[in-house]
């Protein structure tokens, strides 16, 4: 579906916006103002829902009716009107974008990685949305292949995300999947790069691989709420009725995840909740074998198996919470077998090992930094990749073969864009083969990142990252926009955006919160906010805001907060909780209706995260989770000035959340303050799919926020 404003003039979406709001105000204590834009006014349709005791009302239930002319109606009328109110900053919009597009090289190539005997890349073309995928044989200056254009696969479409992109060994076949509306729905095609034609269509999946033997496809598939449950394998040229079951996980709280290793020795198979797995293995040279075991799940113990030699390495959380590394034997990797490689440290955690050759790739993270632990498979002997910086983000990039001795990593901060390395093992060195060009007259010797720690209010020291302009004063006048997530053990990271220098070339300071829920100082940080400790998440936010404005890096009156999907929820609570503390708010596709989501099982990932979270249908999680739930504690008190941003065939936290919440915002709130909702009635969770499309979105993001600081131009 388009964008309302795409179809109808601003004077008849202003009507409609008009009409909504006047046909709705019978049904609320707001009277419309008819002299200005007038806001929507949502009906109220109380649901009841009986629970422990207790009778949850829901007014707004009604607006989860996807697709019916009311709700339609509901959320054009709400773009509209956002367009209206926005209309005054319609030139630093442009400006915005135009300024964030003209530092970026927008005809570029990435650069090559090798595999199978090919150089594959991405480039981009001026003008053009989407990226182009292609191939060179042998050498990185021989003829190019394009392998898939998704500007083309675009054509009679308004979002297109690419899922799996997979090659056979022999370089001849390509499974690709492909999303056309943002729900993730991928659909699953083999393409013969021989032709270019697809030959194969094998339906919606979650992901795709190669056995080694060039025909046979593993693809998983999902449950009706988009679980991954079922890996399926498939041989080409035969009807996909005749794919075989290779596995189904049928307990709701496992989701099914299945990869063949670098090696090319074994096809894994994992089963994981948020806080238990196992691991299958076929040998990825007969794919038609069976599945073998290789420990069987146990409450509270998570493991991830990868393949070297005769050995599965395993990654291990059973003496502790930050892993460990052991290695068991193929002909018998249980857990009698396993046999200790790198101890478990507190301090210390195990995010990931790969495997090559001659040598291994342990990523740790340690006082909230990434570090890449490089192991001589022979001598045992290790050594670390070194960084430059004191605040930073490195990781593992493509690495697809096996036999080498370079390791391709890359490397970022606030003031570093993203940069590719090649690290060479015999001479230790890193060769840089690309940063990305920042056009214009970006020089990072112009700005400063540093790192401070606010005082929860139970001692616990909450690392705060910062990133402005050299000379700027701390004297409490700096507006900053201050960012965080705080989930799912997910660490927020210093990464570079050109963007955000739009922001901070006008004096804005950006800064991040690393507070407890995600994962920025390792498994017990993501345990202490989680579940019936959730609320330090909130409260290390709110600390870490305070002690920016007592320390006067900023002062609430300049200050506005950023956060999207669980980091939603943050920002529900906390303008729920301080609402005094911050200026504005931008809150992206927002986890806020929790009560009503996590009690409904038949959403996506609702059973899933009852680990995360908790249960409602327990007393306990329930009284917890309902005392601080975003929808349920609106309240009549001044709120800051918000834009809400949701996406109509989001299938993470559907587009009902945001509606319903400023829908009852707007009733609650005894300010003045602006209230914008902001639909893509076409893209998922991630917004829009196309490049220039999502700057527009970026500049219209920073146009609100600049003009709640105060900032004209």
Not at 3 to 12: D, E, K, N, P
Not at 104 to 131: A, C, H, L, M
Not at 138 to 159: F, M, Q, R, T
Not at 461 to 490: C, N, T
Request: aromatic share 10%; proline share 5%.
């Amino acid at each position: 579906m388009k964008r309302y404003t795409s179809t109808l003039s601003l004077a008849a979406a202003l009507a409609a916006a008009c009409a909504f709001a006047a046909a709705a105000s019978a049904q609320n204590t707001k009277t419309v103002v008819t002299t200005a834009p007038a806001a929507p006014v949502a009906k109220r349709a109380p649901k009841q829902t009986k629970i422990h005791g207790e009778t949850i009302v829901d007014d707004y239930f009604w607006l989860r009716e996807k697709g019916t002319p009311e709700v339609t109606a509901y959320l054009e009328a709400e773009n509209a009107y956002t367009d209206a109110l926005m209309k005054p900053t319609a030139g630093l919009q442009e400006a915005l974008y135009k300024e964030m597009l003209g530092r970026i090289k927008q005809t570029d190539t990435q650069v090559p990685y090798r595999e199978n005997g090919y150089f594959y890349y991405s480039r981009t073309i001026e003008g053009q949305q989407y990226p182009i995928y292609a191939r060179k044989k042998g050498s990185p200056d021989a003829a190019e292949e394009i392998v898939l254009d998704l500007n083309e696969l675009n054509k009679g479409h308004n979002y297109t995300a690419i899922g799996n992109y997979t090659v056979s060994d022999d370089g001849n076949l390509l499974a690709y999947s492909v999303d056309h509306n943002g729900h993730r729905d991928y659909m699953l095609k083999v393409r013969d790069l021989r032709t270019g034609k697809d030959t194969e269509d094998l339906g919606k999946v979650v992901g795709a691989f190669w056995a080694n033997d060039n025909r046979t496809l593993f693809y998983v598939t999902e449950d009706a709420a988009k679980r991954p449950h079922k890996l399926f394998r498939h041989t080409l040229g035969e009807p996909k009725e005749k794919d075989a079951l290779v596995y189904e996980e049928k307990d709701e709280l496992y989701r099914l995840a299945a990869y063949r290793t670098r090696s090319r020795g074994f096809v894994i198979i994992e089963s994981g909740s948020s806080t238990t797995s196992e691991s299958r293995y076929v040998p990825a040279d007969r794919p038609s074998e069976a599945p073998k075991l290789i420990a069987p799940r146990e409450e509270g113990h998570e493991y991830y198996a990868n393949h070297h030699g005769s050995s599965f390495y395993i990654l291990t959380n059973d003496r502790g919470r930050n892993f460990r590394l052991v290695a068991a034997p193929v002909a018998d990797p249980s857990r009698a077998n396993w046999k200790e490689v790198i101890a478990h440290n507190p301090d210390v955690m195990l995010e990931g090992a790969s495997f090559f050759k001659d040598f291994y790739v342990v990523a740790e993270r340690a006082r909230g930094l990434q570090k890449l632990r490089i192991t001589d498979a022979k001598a045992g002997t290790s050594h670390y990749v070194e960084f430059p910086e004191p605040v930073y983000t490195a990781g593992m990039s493509v690495n697809k073969e096996f036999d080498t001795t370079k390791l391709r990593y890359s490397y970022q901060s606030f003031t570093t864009p993203v940069s590719v390395y090649d690290y060479d093992l015999p001479s230790r060195k890193s060769e840089l083969l690309k940063r990305q060009d920042v056009l214009g007259n970006f020089d990072p010797a112009h700005y400063t990142a540093e790192r401070v720690y606010a005082k929860a209010s139970d001692g616990t020291l909450i690392p705060v990252s910062l990133f402005y302009r050299k000379g700027a004063k701390r004297d409490g006048k700096a507006p900053m926009v201050l960012d965080a997530y705080g989930s799912y053990g997910i660490p927020r990271n210093a990464t570079f955006d050109s963007n955000r220098l739009s922001l901070v070339d006008r004096g804005v300071t950006w800064a991040v919160a690393h507070i407890r829920g995600g994962g920025d100082l390792g498994k017990a940080w993501h345990d202490a906010g989680k579940m019936m400790q959730k609320k330090n998440t909130f409260t290390d936010f709110i600390a870490a805001a305070e002690h920016l404005v007592k320390e006067k890096y900023t002062s609430s009156d300049r200050l506005v907060i950023r956060g999207g999907s669980a980091g939603g929820l943050l920002l529900g609570a906390v303008v729920n909780m301080r609402p005094d503390l911050f200026r504005a708010a931008v809150n992206y596709v927002p986890f806020v209706d929790v009560m009503n989501t996590m009690l409904d099982a038949s959403l996506p990932l609702t059973v899933q995260e009852y680990l995360e979270w908790g249960n409602p249908n327990e007393p306990a999680a329930y009284a917890y989770m309902k005392s601080y739930s975003p929808y349920d504690n609106i309240k009549a008190q001044a709120y800051p000035a918000m834009l809400v941003r949701v996406s109509l065939n989001d299938s993470q936290v559907p587009y009902w959340e945001g509606a319903k919440y400023v829908a009852k915002l707007r009733a609650m709130t005894t300010d003045k303050n602006v209230l914008l909702l902001k639909a893509n009635m076409g893209a998922g969770h991630g917004g829009a799919s196309g490049r220039y499309d999502a700057l527009r979105d970026t500049a219209f993001d920073y146009a609100f926020i600049l003009s709640q600081l105060g900032i004209a131009q």
